[in-house]
DNA sequence: ACCAGGGAAGACGTTACATCA
DNA sequence: CATGATGTAACGTCTTCCCTG
């Protein structure tokens, strides 16, 4: 990707807006469920708090009772983890789980994890998908970055042999993951646009010094009207926009400078600066 | 119409495990 | 073989939206 799709988002330099939209002022306060996450890139990067807020509501407690000594990380302790597992899964009745044994890497997939094989009690087994599984995945991830409706999801999950559950924690870590490679990705760009602003800003202190100079060196120079002095954004020279009568010997005549004035706007796209 | 309660679903942060250099 | 880095499955917590009574 280059630099210059980037350059044409719309991104703007700040934290917790964007030109187009607003942004919310708390990260969480970006989720729209029904919104689904836009792949196709439209940078919209917030600093946002996430508020530490105290806890005032029990989550979710149809999909899973809380154990509540667990607050420190469900993986923290191996010994309760098959408890867990086994209250959590809200599918579990329905759902046939079914041990694969095609695999392209030597690892179980999609077995369930607890309920009726609680492997020794001894913590969760990471389990690795296969390739199959993952290009599938990937493949419906394309077409809908959320699984819009219960059905997709259990469609999936039979399909793949997974429980419904890993289907969707398996697109709740994909967009994370895309969200972050998408921040990194705007994190670039603003460091570039940052660089460039750094640039120009020099530029226009010299150019401000030299007028200062001007000044001081040529009274007599000041009186063009002061709207007619610019400076060459090429050989960073000021000179006497628009008038062919230049006195001075600093605009050289092949200077593609033209005559009318111009400024820098940051946020054109066609201006001199690379955002 | 308004409100409170609760369920569903998503974001976010974290943990633990698998894999590889 | 040990170890640190990295990727990712799975989880807990929190928030928002929507439905229902």
Known sequence: MGFDNVCNTGLVLGLGFSSENTAPAKASENIRPKMPVDISYEPNLTLGLISGAPYVKVADENVRLVNKQQSGGADSGGSSFSNLSVKREREIGSFEEVETTTMDHKMVSSRAVSDEDDDGGNGRKKLRLTKAQSALLEESFKHHSTL??????????????????????????RRARTKLKQTEVDCEY???????????????????????????????????PAATLTMCPSCERVGAGGSTTDSSSKTPSSCPFGSKPHFFNPFSTNSSAAC
């Open 190 to 224: 603003l460091k570039k646009c940052c660089e460039t602003l750094t640039d120009e800003n020099r530029r226009l202190q010299k150019e401000l010094q030299e007028l200062k100079a001007l000044k001081v060196a040529q009274p007599l120079y000041m009186q063009l």
């Open 148 to 173: 819009n409706p219960q059905k997709q999801k259990q469609e999936l999950a039979r399909e793949l042999k997974l429980r419904p559950r890993q289907v969707e924690v398996w697109f709740q870590n």
